[in-house]
């Protein structure tokens, strides 16, 4: 056996494990994990410092997951949106391929509770309809493996499937949305890196929601997939009592960084049944974007997106302060230190104006040259100026 099924195997799953290791209730455990499993592998475990923290919260089964009857279980109708089992199609040039169910540990606010932790890999025939709804259908450039965790999949058969992806001509890149490398460093080895390297351009975006979980084991396994030369991007879910806060914010994408891990994403959570406590107000979301933005790396700055319920897909937002006003002459915005500054449109030339506009007004929203020397644009030594750098 490989080692890190051996370290997969060591991980917490029975209600009686957690409950002797934490004194909590096994009866009340067993209700819970019977609809929603419950996996915690050695790293998270070693990463959570006391009840109740941000690690413990994120993989610790609550009784309140049972409590939320009215919310849906497939909030994002993927379900509908799937033409051949475990593939959906939303975007017009991209699908998600959902290849597993297994995850690594089971995140108490996941989107999939409905599927994660159920057995099963996608079998031989469900890949076979998938390569061939693919082949099918020229607009789709992009395929993203998702699941469960599609490196939970051994290395042959996930290269089974990176094979069969790599024989559709016009399929340009593929990704892989993983939490292996933050809970189950031991995966990512110098094997399964050479197997993926065979594929490329193949992208990572690794799931990360607090900076405790970059431990230097973390750190190690993501170094190993960049030395693949894997594009590493980081999605984050936005959690109450996890990371709802700026500063928390704030370290996490610094430890990305550290960790050749770009942020991508922030999700507002789902309206997924049973993970309703997780849910903050929006204005968390853009209060950390807000309080990211123009102060630290714009590289640590990710998206801040809501998926919409009801199947809308990914929505960005940004604090509304930034835009003051927008019209014909120009944008009046607001910078990170609350100054504004006025950004006029391009001018409109004489000729090209509407009826009745002057010469004069055009004239006038011209922006000023700022005085600088005539030679700089000659470049004579050809090389666009930066020679002498
Ligand atoms: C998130 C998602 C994608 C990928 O979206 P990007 O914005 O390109 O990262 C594709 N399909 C589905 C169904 C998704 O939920
Ligand atoms: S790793 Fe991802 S798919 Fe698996 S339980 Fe966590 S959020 Fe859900």
Redesign the pocket.
Known sequence: MEEWRRVLADSIVKPKDLAERFGLDEKEIEAIVGPYPMRITPTVLGTIKEKGDAIWKQVVPETIELDDLDAEDDPLEEDMMSPVPHLVHRYPDRVLLMVTNQ?????R????KRL?GKPGFLKKGELDRAITYLRQHPEVRDVILS???PLLLPDHLLERVLKALRTIPHLEIIRIGS?VPGTLPERITPKLCEMIKKYHPLYMNL?FNHPDELTPAVKAACGLLADAGVPLGAQTVLLKGVNDDPEIMKRLVHQLLLARVKPYYLYQADLTKGTNHFRTTVETGLAIIKALQGHTSGMAVPHFVIDAPGGGGKIPLLPGEYLVNLDEDGAMLRNYENKTFHYPQPSLTPTLAPGGRGEAEGARRELPMVGAPSSWGACANGDGGLGDL
């Open positions: 995850c690594p540990i089971y995140c606010f996941c989107t999939r994660v699941g469960g965790d939490r799931h």
